[in-house]
């Protein structure tokens, strides 16, 4: 079983950037995908970035395109995000998750870390 880890969450003013980076523990496995999910108080979980580990397909939710960008380390099962032109309805508690092979959805996840961004 493989663990996740996510680091690099923080304070931030409007405009400004930060990098999600999810670390990989324990029994490496196959990955499908990975990806970064959020959750803001109140509101249901939700995918914010997904990255295809053969080809490195990738798909974002619309509220993010042009401003995040999710990449991969293959070596490490390592994931990044590299968040820009960070606004207040950004803030929530960032996920990492990971598919593996012959597996029908995210199926290993980290604990979160908190993004807050001010006005």
């Known amino acids: 079983q493989v663990q996740l880890a996510e680091s690099g969450g923080g304070l931030v003013q409007a405009g400004g950037s930060l990098r999600l980076s999810c670390a990989a523990s324990g029994r490496t496995v196959t990955n499908l995908a990975m990806g970064w999910f959020r959750q803001a108080p109140g509101q249901e979980r939700e995918i914010v970035a997904r990255i295809r580990w053969s080809g490195g397909e990738t798909y974002y939710t619309d509220s993010v395109k042009g401003r995040f960008a999710i990449s991969r380390a293959r070596v490490g099962n390592t994931v990044y995000l590299q968040m820009n032109n960070l606004i207040p309805e950004d803030t929530a508690v960032y996920y990492c998750?990971?598919?593996?092979?012959?597996?029908?959805?995210?199926?290993?996840w980290g604990q979160g870390t908190q993004v807050t961004v001010s006005s």
């Open positions: 998750a990971l598919q593996r092979v012959g597996a029908d959805r995210f199926d290993v």
